[in-house]
Structures are given as C-alpha cells and as structure tokens.
C-alpha cells in the first residue's frame, strides 16, 4: 500500500469495523509508524496470525529499529553538547 493511500484503506476500515461492532474504533497501520509505536501496537493481545510467528518478527524488527534510533540519538547528544555544559567548560575572566 503506497503513503498516499493509507488514509482513504484507514477510514473505510474504521468505518467498516465500527457498523460491525458498533462501537467506535481506532485504526492505526504500522506500515509507516514509528519503531515506539510499532512496538507497542505489537506487544497487545493476539486475536489473529495470518502468518505463523510474524508478530514476533516485526516486533523483532521494531525493537532493533528503536535501538539503533536511540543509540543515534545518544550520538548527536553526546557530539552537541547544551549551551548549559559550554558555559561551564569555557574558562572565566
């Protein structure tokens, strides 16, 4: 499914699980959403496995996903110091 189609599939299927419950539901696609997000979605209850031990792959692949995000993260901070640690590193006159 293509970026541009995902809102049009998202609200026919919200529309069409909400006649048949009738109860209002909220529809997420993990497609393009953040590893956090993805993670969390995953780690819920299991109704249904189309594909035997999917979910544990894209869980998998959702956990190493945040990891490497974070370990980045941890990078540029540690590259880009805050103003508050430059003030204190530069010598006083």
Known sequence: MSYDSE??????????????????????????????????????????E?????????RLHAAEELEALQLKRRKVISWHPSPNTVKEASPQR
């Open 7 to 48: 809102p049009v599939y998202v609200d026919e299927l919200r529309e069409s699980l909400e006649e048949r419950v009738g109860l209002p539901i909220d529809v997420q696609l993990l497609d393009y959403a953040p590893p956090s997000f993805r993670l969390a979605a995953l780690r819920g209850i299991l109704l249904f």
């Open 50 to 58: 189309k594909t035997c031990g999917l979910r544990a792959t894209l």
